[in-house]
């Protein structure tokens, strides 16, 4: 399969699906530049090899056609910014003025359309739209893991116009590159350490991970479904009652799989949720009756931290308690600082999914994890086993 690396861009023009769905403010100002900035390396390699680059992008949840508020216009000064150069705007991503400017553009000139979902065509995956976009550029590159496992236009139908000259961008081959280090070839021992509210949210993925990993940490608000799957008291702590009998299982099969599964000892409980509320520790199957499990306590930081630091391959999806209330944030510092640890002696670490990016950047750790995946959604459904319809499209002959 041909890779950027290996790929001579000159003279070429080259169309690229970029995660550029950034927050603004009321201004129209970019708040966190993050997947701007990740994209950058993919456009300096073709415009250093003498090519020329069209940057597509969608840009939050329009409605009905153009929005100014979603009009990705508002990125050009950030991204002339990164680039150091005038990058050009296209107001309609397809159409003759889009494919004229599209023409024009010399070796070096980077040229961004408007936001792809002004179109309904995009979500549904239309190949008329599909062939329009396709139809501006020489090759394709796909640099969006965050839309990976969707199959709309931009991201896997526009990938059956170029059948040869199609390629991952650096975003989607480091993600790609990652994950196969953790889910592929992990080094032992592998512990995933799950959080975060729902069992029904994570449960294929646990089921999934139960093949795979020596070590599985379950922590957050799951983890009050499987102390009432015990026969334990929860108080009024966050539960799944349909999925009661799912936890069950789960627990039945990690043991049948050799799984070390290690839920939390002791529970830091509330009297209400809220960061003010009074807090009290108790043992994780003993929450007083009209309170709820907020955060895990000392003792289990310390049974998980202890894992944490002797495993050489690390997963982490889901806080392990309400880590937006300050208060309430102990549990998921601690192992968040222990896997940053774990991976200063040598460990390889992967973050991904989102309230555990959220947190990790919360604590100014991104820097000091391996990997942060940028996916969400897509890298659940990776983990989880499923083939990504932008990741196919691109593998397939
Ligand atoms: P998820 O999106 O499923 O990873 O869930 C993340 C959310 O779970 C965060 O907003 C946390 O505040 C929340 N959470 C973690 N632990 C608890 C808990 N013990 N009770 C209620 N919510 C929790």
């Not at 995660?19 to 530049?33: A, G, H, K, M, W």
């Not at 526009?158 to 081959?173: D, M, R, S, T």
């Amino acid at each position: 399969m041909k890779t950027i690396d290996t790929y001579n861009f000159k003279n070429k023009r080259a169309i690229i699906r970029v995660d550029f769905n950034v927050p603004l403010n009321s201004q129209y100002e970019i708040t966190d530049d993050t997947r701007i900035r990740a994209a950058m390396p993919t456009v300096q390699k073709i415009l250093a090899d003498g090519g020329s680059v069209i940057l597509m992008s969608h840009l939050g949840r329009p409605k009905e056609g153009p929005e100014e508020k979603f009009s990705l216009v508002h990125l050009i000064p950030t991204l002339e910014e990164k680039l150091n150069l005038h990058v050009q705007f296209a107001p309609d991503c397809i159409g003759d003025q889009a494919r004229q400017m599209a023409e024009n553009l010399s070796s070096g000139e980077v040229l961004l359309l408007e936001n792809l979902r002004f179109y309904k065509e995009e979500a549904k995956g239309n190949k008329e739209f599909a062939e329009k976009l396709a139809g501006l550029a020489d090759v394709y590159v796909n640099d969006a893991f965050g839309t990976a496992h969707r199959a709309h236009a931009s991201t896997t139908i526009i990938a059956n116009f170029f059948p040869e000259e199609k390629l991952f961008g650096y975003v989607i081959q480091n993600e790609l590159n990652s994950i196969d280090s953790v889910i592929g070839q992990s080094r032992k021992p592998f512990t995933a350490i799950l959080g975060g509210a729902k069992v029904s949210s994570k449960i294929t993925i646990i089921e999934n991970l139960l093949s795979k990993v020596d070590n599985l940490i379950i922590g957050g608000g799951m983890t009050y479904t499987f102390v009432k799957a015990m026969g334990g008291s929860i108080g009024n702590s966050l539960v799944e009652t349909d999925y009661i009998d799912t936890a069950k299982k789960v627990m039945e099969k990690a043991k049948e799989a050799g799984v070390k599964l290690l839920l939390p000892i002791d529970s830091v409980n509330g009297d209400a949720f809220d960061n003010d509320a009074k807090r009290e520790t108790s043992s994780i199957d003993a929450v007083p009756e009209n309170w709820l499990g907020m955060d895990i306590g000392d003792k289990t930081i310390e049974l998980f931290c202890n894992t944490i630091l002797n495993s050489s391959t690390i997963l982490w999806n889901g806080p392990m308690g309400v880590f937006e209330m300050s208060n309430f944030q102990k549990g998921t510092f601690e192992i968040a600082q222990a896997i940053t640890e774990s991976t200063q002696n040598g460990a390889f670490s992967l973050v991904g999914g989102g309230d555990s990016v959220a947190a990790v950047n919360k604590f100014n750790m991104a820097d000091k994890v391996s990997y942060v995946s940028t996916g969400g959604g897509a890298l659940l459904e990776y983990i989880e086993g499923k083939e990504l319809p932008g990741i196919k499209a691109i593998r397939e002959k």
